[in-house]
């Protein structure tokens, strides 16, 4: 049930999460906006865990007591060598599938492919993939967890190309202060949309797995 006033979120990730959920860099965090938009009937109460590559966090996802769990595979699009689609697929949705287990509401952070110092054309003969090219694979992966399970995407892809990714993308998963705005403004309408600030059952969660 939504209206609950203080909603427990858990964010899991490094800088890229606490940049724009925290307004690291300046302006207003999630806690900040939620107060804002509904004057003070809502507080946010945070957990934060380390971020690392999901094959790494599958073995921390017990026990969590949050209602929102906003998580980042930032480290999976900077790793070196060529990303193991499948393995991190797999490691990716059986984290999410314990969260959801738990009552947890998942969203995923993706990261925007836009690299400013990638220039690759072709990647013939290439012997591991470059951050844009895994931050893609990742992307992409993303879309099916989506699909199967029902999970939300911050598509930050999508939200920094519309923004201007050129003028707002420093590196892989760094971003500047006006993107960082439009992250936390996406995450803020995507619980709206679930119904937390109202009095109302929540909407589920349930992708093609649950049917």
Not at 44 to 58: C, F, M, N, P, Q
Not at 93 to 113: F, H, P
Request: with cysteine.
């Amino acid at each position: 049930m939504g209206g609950n006033p203080v909603l427990r979120v858990l964010g899991w990730g490094d800088e890229e999460l606490t940049d724009f959920l925290l307004a690291s860099r300046g302006g207003q965090g999630l806690a900040e906006r939620v107060s804002k938009s509904h004057e003070g009937r809502f507080e946010v109460a945070w957990e934060w865990r380390s971020g690392g590559e999901a094959s790494t966090l599958l073995p921390l996802a017990g026990d969590v007591a949050a209602d929102v769990a906003v998580v980042s595979f930032l480290a999976d699009a900077l790793a070196p060598g060529r990303l193991d689609l499948d393995g991190f697929r797999d490691a990716a949705r059986q984290l999410c599938v314990a969260l959801k287990e738990q009552g947890v509401y998942v969203l995923l952070v993706n990261v925007s492919t836009f690299a400013p110092d990638d220039a690759v054309t072709s990647y013939y003969g290439s012997e591991s993939d470059t951050p844009s090219l895994r931050a893609h694979k990742v992307a992409a992966a993303a879309i099916d967890l989506s699909y199967e399970l029902g999970i939300s995407v911050v598509d930050a892809d999508r939200l920094l190309a519309e923004l201007g990714a050129g003028d707002h993308v420093e590196s892989i998963g760094r971003y500047s202060p006006a993107a960082c705005a439009v992250l936390t403004e996406e995450v803020e309408r995507i619980l709206a949309d679930y119904g937390f600030f109202e009095k109302r059952p929540l909407m589920v969660q349930a992708g093609a797995r649950a049917r």
